[in-house]
């Protein structure tokens, strides 16, 4: 069994530290460290597992791990990583979003850890409201504004970045978040013994910060780790997919949803991920990167990925129900689908609109089904495609030409899969107006 920082290192989840002995005492001591959220959303989104998993890490590793909801940074907005201000939220939309971090903060955090010898203690979820909420303007610039110059504060990156940019600037409210984080850790250091701050690597200058107030105002040495940011092939932010951002929330990205985001990670960075989103051991790990060098097209790492990432946020259960519904896709059991998970295997698909009389009676002919679908160029051409064998109806072979669509066909009386080959299909919707 490897020891917390080996698998840190081993998982290239050391960015940077502040001193290079945290690593060591990560190993001997029972430290308290936290990690801070903010509630810009009333969800976590995939690319946040990283720190989420952390907090677990250390928990497991017999560490006490404090998870802090920004309720009142979350007022201000963190200017690191972005190119202009953040809007502002007021404070009914902002209390909604404290409640759904916690809630999911909750499902990795143990709040009753046993705390004994060798166990990992109980895990606290805080929301910094509580304390910075009730700081007066005046206490808060005398007690931590005057540790700090306005030189220092400009150099960091987030606010010089801003600066360079004249079309935006950065605004006294966003200039200030890295005083109140470092006040964060102060506070936490002075109530909860924390020692540790651990954060994504664009918030090492905040960090920082914390470290120096902590310094210079209690005379003790405090430490930050900064994990990578999470990049996929092509350099691009992790955790958005064509349709936008994939939320940890199975109501915003549904457990199917997100595993088929894992299942298409690129092979150039499917290693790095296994490496920070699941607790895979590092034999198992190695083992993956083998055969994805040796048999990519087998896509073995990308699918262990998918169950890791599935199963710790949605549970197994629904690691099965995604994998059913993925191979339903290509075979008669797509009718024995909900209508919700039909509709989340097919949404790539085009879509085309019918009327629902259109199924009335006889109904609609197959051939002309292929032709105005788009699968095929032209009725003559849909013959040919139904005689040889290639169409398909709810992933059924039809290979009648003279077949015709029909109420008894259509899923949940509306839907139906017209496939032509072995991957190229359509979604038929008989609720329309007709005009395809």
Not at 3 to 28: K, M
């Amino acid at each position: 069994m490897p020891t917390l920082s080996a698998d840190l290192e081993f998982r290239g989840l050391v960015h940077q530290v502040t001193d290079p002995a945290l690593l060591a005492r990560l190993d001997s001591d029972r430290l308290t460290a936290y990690i801070g959220f903010d509630p810009t959303a009333d969800s976590l989104h995939v690319g946040h597992l990283v720190q989420v998993l952390m907090l677990r890490r250390l928990q497991v590793a017999g560490h006490r791990p404090i998870a802090v909801v920004g309720g009142a940074t979350g007022l201000i907005g963190d200017p690191g990583g972005r190119s202009a201000e953040r809007p502002m939220l007021d404070p009914e939309q902002l209390a909604a979003n404290v409640a759904g971090l916690r809630a999911q903060l909750a499902r990795f955090v143990d709040m009753a850890g046993a705390g004994g010898v060798g166990e990992p203690s109980a895990g606290l979820l805080l929301d910094n409201a509580a304390w910075l909420g009730s700081m007066r303007v005046v206490e808060f610039l005398r007690d931590v504004g005057k540790h700090f110059t306005v030189n220092q504060m400009v150099a960091k990156e987030s606010v010089r970045a801003r600066l360079e940019r004249p079309d935006s600037g950065i605004s006294y409210t966003e200039f200030s978040y890295m005083l109140l984080q470092a006040a964060d850790f102060l506070h936490l250091y002075d109530t909860e013994g924390c020692q540790v701050q651990i954060g994504a690597s664009d918030q090492w200058g905040n960090i920082t910060m914390g470290i120096e107030l902590i310094r210079k105002v209690r005379g003790a040495q405090a430490f930050g780790l900064t994990t990578p940011l999470v990049t996929k092939a092509d350099g691009t932010k992790f955790g958005k997919s064509e349709t936008g951002t994939v939320w940890l929330d199975a109501t915003r990205t549904s457990p199917y949803q997100l595993y088929q985001f894992l299942f298409r990670t690129e092979d150039a960075v499917v290693g790095r991920y296994l490496r920070f989103f699941t607790f895979l051991d590092h034999d198992e790990i190695t083992a993956l990167d083998e055969a994805t060098a040796a048999a990519p097209e087998r896509r073995q790492a990308q699918r262990a990925l998918a169950r890791a990432v599935v199963g710790l946020v949605h549970g197994d259960a629904e690691v099965a129900r995604a994998e059913r519904a993925a191979a339903a896709l290509y075979s008669e059991d797509i009718a024995s689908l909900d209508e919700q998970t039909l509709l989340e295997v097919c949404a790539e698909a085009p879509v085309h609109r019918w009327p629902a009389d259109a199924l009335a009676g006889e109904g609609m002919p197959l051939i002309e089904a292929l032709a105005r679908s788009g699968l095929v160029d032209s009725k003559s051409k849909a013959r040919a495609v139904v005689e040889q064998g290639g169409a398909y109806l709810n992933n059924r072979k039809v290979t009648n030409p003279d077949a015709r669509l029909t109420r008894a066909d259509a899923l949940f009386g509306r839907f139906v899969v017209l496939r032509r080959g072995r991957r190229e299909y359509h979604l038929l919707r008989f609720d329309g107006d007709g005009r395809g």
